[in-house]
């Protein structure tokens, strides 16, 4: 498979924060969907439009300025995904059905049902069954633009399901097992390797430091940062959002 991040080695340091570009961006199928929905209307918005907007909405997102300082985004990369956040979910609101449908247009040569619903549950903060734009867009920040440790904490909410502040061996061959039927079985090489569950058994192993069964998130972040691999794999699960 190609290097998910060229360039982003450096001599020193294993990790680098990507670049801020346009390019990175428009590998997030949640931003593909967002985007592709915008250009049907034109590329431009105009921002008094946008404040406009921002309050005429049914579920009436925080003004532009705060999203702003909450996510790395800009003000006119928050209009954009606004608006077609909007254009898709007239209602203010993302439902399940819609990250299922976005993921399975994105990924028809597998089966992207359940990590679709994983995903969703991780957006979905509050637990009520729909995501809100700041939710989503906070999700999205922290996921391209966040630092490391950001996007484990973020990953390690995805891992644990049931959000009792622990993962499971369970849980953990739950999502990895949804990633591999998603990108169906033939199409990373780094991903046929190994069953998922050989994965998980690796990846735990290292994880659960105290050998309790389960893995704290200060262990998932500190395994993370000390380990090559299990980092070349967070930036594969990176490829998939």
């Known amino acids: 498979g190609k290097d998910p ?6 001599e020193g340091s294993k990790w680098q924060k990507p670049r801020l570009s346009r390019k990175s961006l428009m590998k997030c199928c949640l931003v593909k969907w967002i985007i592709a929905s915008t250009t ?50 007239p209602s203010g609101l993302v439902d399940e059905e819609t990250f299922k449908t976005i993921y399975s247009q994105f990924f028809p040569q597998g089966d992207a049902t359940t990590y679709a619903h994983f995903l ?39 891992y644990d399901i049931n ?14 097992t949804s990633i591999y039927d998603m990108m ?4 990373l090489p780094s991903v046929r390797d190994d069953s998922p569950f050989e994965h998980v058994e690796k990846f735990f192993q290292k994880m659960d430091r105290n050998r309790d069964g389960v893995v704290t998130i200060d262990e998932f972040i500190e395994t993370c ?3 090559e ?3 070349a794999s967070m930036q594969l699960f990176e490829n998939v959002i």
């Open 229 to 231: 691999n299990i980092m």
């Open 5 to 10: 991040n060229p360039g982003g080695q450096t």
């Open 40 to 89: 049907q209307q034109g590329p431009e918005w105009d921002s008094s439009d946008s404040d406009l907007e921002l309050s005429m909405v049914r579920h009436q997102p925080e003004g532009l300025e705060q999203l702003q300082a909450q996510t790395q985004f800009t003000r006119k990369e928050l209009q954009s995904l606004y608006r077609g956040f909007k254009n898709e979910c």
């Open 184 to 187: 169906g079985r033939y199409t």
């Open 163 to 176: 959000k009792d502040g622990y993962i499971t061996k369970e849980e953990m061959l739950a999502i990895m």
């Open 225 to 227: 940062q000390k380990d």
């Open 120 to 158: 969703f549950n991780a957006f979905d903060m509050d637990r009520n069954g729909s995501i809100r734009f700041e939710d989503f867009v906070l999700g999205l920040s922290v996921l391209l633009r966040g630092s490391v440790t950001e996007k484990l904490r973020w990953a390690f909410n995805l």
